[in-house]
């Protein structure tokens, strides 16, 4: 820190022959508070707008895709990189901060404080020995973990700093020299930063001698950083790939919990559909849901179906289906039956009241859609509804999509026709008797209907569907 030691110890009354940074620190801190202090570096340190020419180290670095960077220096320079081109990070300068950071966040740790919190400063004598006299402070505490488990790699550091030379001492001893290897790219190569890389384990590596065609060390230690990041960018690449197609752990599955149930009833009883259908989303996506809830979960279902007020909210119903995992097969026809019934409040796409919602749920053929679409008339019934063109219009649909009504047991047949003629009864509409249609259809091809038949169980499952209670 030359702009410490060129003139300004004198100006504050330093009157030592040899020029101490940490004794000038500690004495302008003394003479004009931290505060002051801190304003003055910011007044040598600070950039408004970041240069890419000058900041190649920076770009180096930000561009590595390492998950935490650590710096002594309180300069801005590295943020205003983050900043120019839009990279997540969290400015890590003491414990409360760890605490607000979020996934996929680089973590930017100021090792020695941000001068925007001139108490988390660490740069004069006192500073120094306070903190490492405290052996609890956060930062310290992060980088002896990062160090037990984890390669660092200093770049163009000078490995003085008195408090990171204890730390790396302090686990030497401890850890009997077993440390996961660090390493150093020097700027300028040195016989005394080789000294201090062997004394603490650190492999120092030496530009000059990686690129020996380089004019000078600067030349060498810019094209070794080059280097380094087009390798890192390739690693990275090849590991992606690697894990994409043959992935070395199973992917972790989220499991509802009971909470998040209780949460999910609460907000569908007192909060619109939108709000609902995105916490249902949250909770359920992709989730293992433990079967002693499962139940609880399809009520969420049916109770958010009810809410359901537009196209965009029946679109968002078929949309979270999609990712709904349910074991037990009625609870799966039970859902189907609410997405089938909330397509009651669609707006008609012709004069004559038709309407098309296609719909689908993994495990469930289309042959009992004939008997889902009838429950589904059920439901509209007993929310106290009436159906409407579009619903009787997709009810065609479905039931064409479905299983031949007469190779259903006469039990089955019964249900249908029951609701179907209710529905038919209730809402007049231009279009054929679904079950007519489909017979018709039949008559004309064999293949009208679905080919896929019901097998003894999927119709006792069936059975058990006429008999749901809402």
């Known amino acids: 820190m030359g702009f410490l030691s060129n003139g300004n110890g004198r100006g504050i009354g330093h009157t030592s022959a040899t020029f101490d940074n940490l004794d000038i620190a500690q004495k302008y801190v003394d003479t004009f508070g931290r505060d002051k202090f801190c304003e003055f570096l910011q007044s040598k340190l600070e950039i408004s707008d ?52 979020k996934l996929s966040e680089l973590l930017y740790i100021k090792f020695h404080g941000d001068l925007n919190n001139p108490e988390t400063i660490v740069f004069t004598k006192e500073d120094y020995k ?116 043959t992935p070395s752990s199973p992917i972790p599955v989220k499991v509802v919990s009971k909470q998040e149930v209780i949460l999910l009833q609460e907000t569908i009883k007192k909060n619109p559909f939108s709000t609902s259908i995105k916490l249902f989303r949250e909770i359920c996506d992709i989730s293992e849901i433990p079967s002693d809830y499962e139940s609880h979960i399809v009520d969420a279902f049916v109770e958010l179906a009810k809410k359901a007020e537009s196209d965009k909210d029946t679109e968002s119903l078929n949309a979270a289906i999609f990712n709904l995992h349910l074991k037990n097969q009625l609870n799966k026809f039970n859902v189907l039956a609410a997405l089938m019934a909330s397509a009651n409040v669609r707006t008609p796409k012709s004069k004559y009241g038709g309407d098309r919602f296609f719909i689908s749920m993994k495990g469930i053929k289309e042959a009992s859609y004939i008997v889902i679409a009838a429950k589904a ?26 299983s031949d009504i007469k190779v259903l047991p006469e039990q089955i047949q019964s249900y249908v026709k029951k609701w179907v003629d209710k529905m038919r009864e209730d809402c007049k509409t231009v279009a054929e008797h679904p079950i007519n249609r489909q017979q018709r259809l039949l008559k004309i091809s064999p293949f009208a209907s679905t080919s896929v038949s019901l097998t003894a169980d999927e119709i006792d499952i069936l059975r058990e569907v006429m008999n749901l209670e809402l």
Not at 52 to 59: F, P, Q, R, T, V
Not at 183 to 197: G, P, V
Not at 377 to 402: C, D, H, L, M
Request: charged share 30%; glycine share 6%.
């Open 50 to 101: 970041f240069d890419d020419e000058k900041g190649y180290i920076h770009l180096t670095m930000m561009n590595m895709g390492v998950p935490a960077i650590y710096t002594t220096n309180q300069d801005n320079v590295m943020e205003k990189a983050f900043e120019k081109y839009g990279r997540k990070h969290r400015i890590i300068v003491q414990l409360k901060d760890f605490a607000e950071v």
């Open 377 to 402: 008339i059920e439901y509209i019934y007993r929310w106290g509804r009436k159906p409407t063109a579009p619903f009787s219009w997709n009810v065609g649909q479905w039931i064409e999509r479905g």
């Open 130 to 245: 306070k903190r490492m006299s405290d052996p609890l402070n956060a930062l310290n505490i992060r980088l002896r973990a990062d160090l037990l488990a984890k390669n660092l790699l200093f770049v163009g550091y000078s490995f003085r700093d008195i408090n990171i030379q204890e730390m790396f001492a302090e686990l030497q001893e401890a850890f009997y020299g077993q440390l996961p290897n660090s390493y150093m790219i020097a700027y300028r190569y040195s016989s005394e930063l080789q000294s201090l890389c062997d004394k603490y384990g650190i492999v120092l590596i030496d530009p000059m001698k990686e690129i020996p065609d380089a004019k000078g060390y600067s030349e060498a230690f810019e094209t070794f950083l080059k280097n380094i990041l087009e390798e890192a960018r390739s690693k990275k690449f090849e590991d992606e790939m690697k894990e994409f197609f």
